[in-house]
């Protein structure tokens, strides 16, 4: 049984403006209601940074609080690990009102000065740890879309148009 194709269809519109004076009179209104939502959200984010300034002093005697506790039973777990990981067995310790754990990171590498490290490693022969990417230069097609055409896998997309409303607003001269 072959499937039925599906159609998408154009969402209905519930409002066009009827006249050139209607539509004007809709970019006006579109104006004043981004400005609207413009100075709301200032407001919002004034708001939120009043609440942020208030809550600041203390968020931080909070922080400090905790750093001091962690620091101190991080201290007495390495101070008692061989009794808390029955001598090295475990890498957990529960303490009633809570678990403690010794985690080993995977490796990892950082890198400084990429490009000194990369000429250093081919000087050393150590090729094979420095990765060489090809990838497609879209600029390039770009400037020369007619050297691509017909190329499978390839399609340089033009003529794509936006319709943008763009109410007139006065500058502020500050």
């Known amino acids: ?43 919002m984010n004034d708001a939120i940074a009043a609440i942020t300034q208030n809550y600041q002093p203390r968020l931080e005697a909070l922080s400090e609080q905790l750093k001091t506790l962690q620091d101190g039973v991080q201290a007495y777990c390495e101070a008692h690990r061989a009794e808390l990981t029955d001598g090295g067995r475990v890498k957990s310790a529960n303490l009633i009102t809570g678990e403690v754990q010794w985690r080993q990171r995977p490796p990892s590498v950082s890198v400084r000065g990429a490009e000194a490290v990369i000429e250093a490693l081919k000087r050393l022969g150590l090729g094979k740890f420095v990765r060489t990417k090809d990838e497609v230069n879209k600029e390039a097609i770009l400037n020369e879309p007619d050297a691509v055409r017909g190329v499978a896998g390839i399609t340089v997309v033009t003529g794509v148009e936006d319709f943008v409303i763009t109410p007139f607003e006065q500058k502020d001269a500050a």
Do not use: N, W
């Open 1 to 43: 049984m072959a499937k039925s194709v599906t159609r998408l269809k154009a969402k209905a519109q519930i409002y066009v403006p009827q006249t050139k004076e209607t539509a004007a009179a809709d970019v006006r209104t579109i104006g004043d209601l981004q400005r609207q939502s413009l100075r709301a959200a200032t407001e």
